[in-house]
């Protein structure tokens, strides 16, 4: 049996903003943060400073990494209800990973217009000077 999405209005959670309750909206996701508020790496204060409010988008500004999206998971209680959602341009999980395939040309020419510079520099040098 699937759990039912437990849904909440920006009004009602504005006032869950103190270290005994500590709520925050990401990607209109709820969260009930309270209890990690002395584990977080950043300090309490920014947690706090964002408490009961949206806090998307200093969310997004630090880059957190996957291990943090996938820890913050823990602590979702909700979502908002549909008439107090926002649309976000990163409303999924930026992917973390490296695997992204280099362009040939990319490669080829990241060592040979540094080459041709220097024999033209070298050319120039000697006609000049030689």
Known sequence: MEQEIKLFTREELKCRNTREDAILIIHNGVYDVTK????????????????GQDGTDPFED???SSDARSLMQQYKIGELVEADRTQSKAAFPQQWTNDTPRELGNAWSSWV???ALALAATLLYRYLFG
């Open 36 to 51: 990690f508020l002395e584990e977080h790496p950043g300090g309490e204060e920014v947690l706090l400073e964002r408490a």
């Open 62 to 64: 630090v880059s957190h």
């Open 113 to 115: 217009v540094p080459l």
